[in-house]
């Protein structure tokens, strides 16, 4: 009983009498009396509001690190480089959870005290107002004048005549309201801003909703990407994905049975100002058949723009250069030839990447290094990209010979090169000795045999694709938490009680008001409720109220 | 063209900061003038302007108002506050041609850098502060907004400028529009809450001072503001109107998000920091009502919000890295 009386700032007592009325909780063990009690205490503790005030704090601290320290979520390789970057906290950060800070346990359970406590706190809201719902505004309380918004003057008008005039007008606005009779005459009560309450409790309900949406669609959706050289396809299976991370519920058989191709890519450059190398459009041309057997048709992917194909949608998020290479090994046999790759490393779109070739005899070949869109030579003669756009492609690459280690059996990254059984082709003298390839060259490998052939570049796409089932649930949610949260916030539950009364054969009027929730201007109500209910010869003497004012 | 454009936008920047000051100096020259007149600790103010130098009022001038009478004084200081709040319209008109031709410069709308997020804001500061004056009569925050004012866009121009430059292809979207006009009225209200909340901090400790001196004379502009209760309850008003709008705003990003990169909600430093502002200002509203965290717990509450909501658009701007970082810095 003692905590809701909290949660209403007005004291009268007799407004809160229906809203305090809770059930009684614990457990029916009559024989465990203290276990009970303090069950009954905990549930009470947990449902208070200071509790769901300390509980808000909690979370809003409890967010924090998430945006200090990398998630392994949002950004794997941001993680990756802290590791390295600290060795010795990394491990700390790891026990506490702190690069998974939104699905740690002290975040859950955060979030999860709340919703308890949410749930516990609205249950007997609701049930408190569905009783009120037909409520009746309650008789004047017997001394008027203590309220703070308060009118009281004397007039020679006749009290029913009074009465019927402040009935009117108060029913004319919209609010319940009721006589009852009184010592020498009547009072007219009134109430407005029951929808309060509605409000505020869909806002909390709408919470739930939001919560069990977005916990719905993490568990039945999923999340992968997938880079695709533009010319090659992409059909939707697992393997064809570079990572994927599935919902708890999600099924791999459930993936949509589509296709679609690459057909090419085209960015748009700033090219003057200073806004020069920002790109301002990307987009790329698909052809996709929504099902095996279907006919396929076109589709121009763009950013903010995704192909949607049975409730999965694909997203542009990235693009690259993969320069298109031609090796030829010892016995001069075409041991690779195509597209490979490169990931920029910057907003100049220089980019790094390795090209294996296994199957090279007599030794196996690997090369790694960077493709420079607009090749230029810095001041100590180091390559670097001028613009992120081809106009003067270079590729430089350091060539390796030996080993690849692909028969390890250990996975290997495609952008690593494990050196441990390679020596580097080097020039003479043992210098190393960088290949620099423009488009249609062709560099010779030296003692060994072979050769390497730029032959041009051709460019990728990063797509993400995803399926969040359900997602109107939570979307929904925040619009009717949005729109309970206006009328909760707006709505003013307000009481006005027009007591009319005969004495001396004169007709004494009181006016006065009680807002229930705190921020409203009852005075000004009260004012204006009296100068349109005392007959005009007494209006001018209306003094302005400093209240009303503000 | 886009170049005079750009030209024009600096120099009204500039002429809108320059008028700020303007602004301020002369709510400055209202609080001082009438800094000595004590506020009658029975009479409304309102009576007392009425009244003017007429009786009562008179006897409790102190001596160094020269030869003026308190009407006199309190006639001066309003003129300053009007003319205050004249050169505040002012200013925020040519802040919004300013804004505006910014926007035309770069072919759309203008917050893709620092720079635009502060001329932008804080013209929703100004809108927000005007609006308020008109409906609850806040012209004593005057002092406080355009001492804000000035120092944002004075910040602006001397340290945040950025030639105009094309928004990258994530933020070609009407969601963003959208997302960040909310966002910009909410933040516009929420500073405006946060330097009500700081009034009405300073005016509950003139009270409580008052309250154990109750003979002491009640000089200073603060006394001529309302009452703490008044205030607070327009901050709690202002508040009541961004939270709701912030909740918009705060949607209509995850939408966006869902656009560009398939996903509502990534837990980016961004979207972090706007959880925690919106989380910390629902305790705002929770505090109100909430047995011993009203009044003043409460400001602080709000103060702590404003806080995170700064924190995210300077602090995650300069420093932070994620898909948001557009901030051109
Ligand atoms: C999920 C966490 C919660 C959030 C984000 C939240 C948010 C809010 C907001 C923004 C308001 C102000 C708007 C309004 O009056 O409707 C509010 C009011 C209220 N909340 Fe919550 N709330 C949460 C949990 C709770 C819990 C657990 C309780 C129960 C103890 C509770 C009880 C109330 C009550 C009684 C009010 C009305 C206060 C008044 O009369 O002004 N809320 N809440």
Redesign the interface.
Known sequence: MRQLS????DAEAEAEAATTARPSTGPPLASALRPAEFARWTWRQLTS??T??IL??M??LA??P???IP?T???PS?VFAFRNRHPSLAPVLDRLGLFA??TSVIFSAIYLLLMLSLVGCIVPRLRVYWRSAHARPPNAPRNLSRLSAYRRWETAEPTPVVVERAAALLRQQRRRTELYPAADGVVVSAEKGYLREAGNLLFHLALLVVLVG?AVTHLYGF?GSASVITGDGFSNTLIQYDDFSPGARFQPSNLAPFSFTVKNFHVDW?RT???RG?????DAQLSVTDRPGATPYDYDL?????LVVDGT?V?L?GHGYAPDVTVRDGAGNVAYSGPVIFLPQDGSFVSFGVIKVPDSVPTQLGFEGYFFPTGALGPHSQPYSAFPGADNPVLSLIGYRGNLGLDAGAPQSVFVLNKARLHQITGAGGRPRPLLLRPGQTRALGNGGGSIRFNGYSQWVRL???R?PA?VV??TG??L??GG??GS??IRPRRTWVRVRGEGGRTVVEVAGLDR?????PASHVADLASKLRPPEHRPLEP?L??A?? | MTQALATFNNHAIVAATVVYALALLAHAAEWAAARQLPVDNTVGERELLRVGAAAGAGSSVADDAGADGPGEVLERSDRFGRTGLALTVLGALIAAVGVVCRGLAAARVPWGSMYEFAITGSLAVAVAYLFLVRRYAVRWLGLLVTGFLVTVLGIAVLVLYRPVTPLVPALHSYWLVIHVSAAAIAGGAFTVGALVSVLYLARIRLEAKAAAAPKAPRTGFLWRAPSAAAIDRIAYRVHAFAFPLWTFAVLCGAIWAQYAWGRFWGWDPKEVWAFITWVVYAAYLHARATAGWQGRAAAYVALLGYATFLFNFVGINLFGSGLHSYSGM
């Open positions: 909290e949660t209403h700032l509001m200071r769901a005030l808000l704090f979370l809003a967010a924090i998430g945006s200090l998630q979520a949002v950004d941001a800070v939104y977005v999340k700033q100002g200073p806004g920002t790109p301002i459009k990307f763009q950013v903010n723009s995704p949608s997203f998020v993400q694709i995803s969040s997602k939570p979307l925040v619009l938490a949005i949260l206006l916030l707006f929730v705190s921020g409203g201007d302005v400093q209240e004012q503000q």
